[in-house]
């Protein structure tokens, strides 16, 4: 994985997190969400077809609906509902952060490969910057939190079914089709709100920075970068995320970086070089040399 590609995965991911914060505090979460997908799965809709992309049909298809549900659906319906819940922009990256953990023990188990010993100082490396970040805020936890980790499983679960059943799709037509699959669910959720939009200038400005960079990009990069490099490889990433959000947020929130969010972006830098450096790894190559009669 080339560094260029990880850095701006890196930004686009650790904006979402404080940008998120701002949004649904004027918005409910599920109602902000629902037209967050439904803008996004139109926008690259045109895009997929104005650039001639293949589309997915049959069971590609419908693994890649089970991924959207997964990865969109679920991973964004609990962070914004923690996030509206109270649980910190930053709190809510450190939970997240714990996917490279679980996304590389759960491919190895998928895959049946072991995971290699710079993959192993890699997620050893990344828990210690998140826990460097955020060492100050580990109490900030609340009941909010569950829902966050709900959706950081989510995450997990959709990143490892991507790379076993998706790795064949266009990542701007795979894009369209799972945010489009994830907008009747939290549609359904956003039905159970009551409270309505405070502020619609800050509403639409956070949302069209979470449409165009987030969802459009930001999926788009995870798309892509599970198909090259491996989902274990893509959720390294996420090791560094946390002091990243923490300096995105110090102007957006008011909320100054410590000595540990420092700490925590040396560690998470060295954790995603050797997560990443390594895309021809054991797990990498299983999913890319899965005979096609297993979809």
Known sequence: MKPGFAAGTVLVWASGYPVGALAVAVAPPFLMTTIRFTLAAVLMALV??????????????V??????????????????????????????????????????????????VRIGLK???GLALGVAAVLAALWDRLGSFGSGAVFTVLGMLGFVAGGVYQQKFCRDTD???????????????????????????TDWRQFWLTMVFLVLV???????LFLVGVRTG????????????????????????????TAG???????????????????????ARTAVEEPASGR
């Open 214 to 220: 987030n969802s459009m990009g930001g999926a788009s």
């Open 48 to 61: 997929a077809l104005v650039t001639s992309a293949r589309w997915p049909r049959g069971w590609p298809l």
């Open 171 to 197: 990542f701007r037509s795979g894009n369209a089709v799972q945010h489009a699959v994830s907008v009747p669910v939290v549609g359904l959720l956003a039905l159970t709100e009551n409270a309505g939009v």
């Open 63 to 112: 693994h890649t609906c089970v991924a959207g549900l997964l990865v969109q659906a679920c991973q964004f319906s609990g962070v914004y509902l923690g996030l509206r819940l109270g649980v910190p922009a930053s709190v809510t990256a450190l939970i997240i952060s714990c996917t490279p953990v679980l996304t590389a023990v759960v491919s190895a188990g998928v895959f049946g």
């Open 230 to 257: 491996g989902a274990a490889a893509m959720t390294t990433l996420s090791s560094v995320v946390p002091s990243v959000t923490a300096l995105i947020a110090w102007p957006l929130l008011g909320q100054a970086p």
């Open 261 to 283: 969010v420092v700490a925590g972006l040396v560690l998470g830098f060295c954790a995603c070089w050797l997560g990443t450096a390594t895309p021809k790894s054991a797990v």
């Open 119 to 121: 993959q192993v100082l």
